[in-house]
């Protein structure tokens, strides 16, 4: 089992939709959480970073961590075509700054105009 | 925003020959910097963690001697690939710690002939 789960979709979304993403893990220990969206042929871009339970919002983002449930979530408002990426999540023991980061393997979203 | 390079972008080479990667960041030091590798659809692989000034930590299963790594300043780690072979045809990003998490370069796809 790895310890970081995600479904590769694709996800396949209408433009404006709500994108919905989630993750589960299995080490207890992790206790930063991060999104990042990856084009195709390009590096990671972090989108939100967070190191609790609850919700983050950042513009059109919102990160849901529940820690009890070693569950957490991106949502995306008012989709765009240009949100098509893979979404990966990545968590850490200790804070992620020179930390080693364990990745999910990432979620393929197309968002069709 | 926290700013990470890569050069090249791209590289072809032929067999038995080495690689050099750079990894610079841009607007910020960072004491450590890291390596992955990314195959078609898949996740981020971590291969080894750069520190400022000592030797890299590879993770279990990356050559050494192979993937050589040097981290000779708070903005600079390149990575060299000697003797490259075709099966080490990959994508190779790079990312750097920043005040709170990591930031990815944009990657650098090494197409060995």
């Known amino acids: 089992q790895k310890e970081v789960e995600q479904d590769p979709g694709p996800l396949s979304v209408p433009e404006g939709a709500i994108v919905s993403l989630n993750c589960t893990y299995s080490?207890?220990?992790?206790?930063?959480f991060m999104w990042y969206r990856q084009y195709s042929r390009k590096g990671p871009e972090l989108l939100m970073y967070?190191?609790?339970?609850g919700n983050k919002e950042d513009g059109r983002f919102t990160a849901q961590v529940d820690k009890s449930s070693k569950y957490i979530s991106l949502f995306i408002r008012d989709s765009q075509p240009s949100d098509s990426a893979t979404y990966l999540c990545a968590m850490s023991v200790t804070p992620a700054a020179g930390n080693k980061l364990t990745f999910g393997g990432g979620t393929r979203v197309l968002v069709k105009p | 925003g926290a700013v990470v390079s890569q050069h090249p972008s791209r590289v072809i080479c032929k067999s038995g020959t080495s690689v050099k990667i750079e990894c610079r960041s841009l607007d910020f030091q960072a004491t450590t910097m890291f390596w992955y590798r990314q195959f078609p659809k898949q996740s981020l692989m971590l291969m080894a963690t750069?520190?400022?000034?000592?030797?890299?930590?590879?993770e279990q299963g990356v050559e050494k001697d192979k993937f050589l790594i040097n981290h000779a300043s708070l903005t600079l780690s390149t990575l060299t690939v000697t003797s490259a072979h075709p099966e080490d045809s990959s994508f190779y990003i790079c990312?750097?710690?920043?005040?709170?998490?990591?930031?990815f370069g944009p990657g650098t796809r090494l197409t060995v002939l």
């Open positions: 080490n207890s220990a992790f206790q930063y």
């Open positions: 990312s750097a710690t920043g005040r709170d998490t990591q930031y």
């Open positions: 967070t190191y609790s339970s």
């Open positions: 750069s520190n400022e000034g000592s030797k890299a930590t590879y």
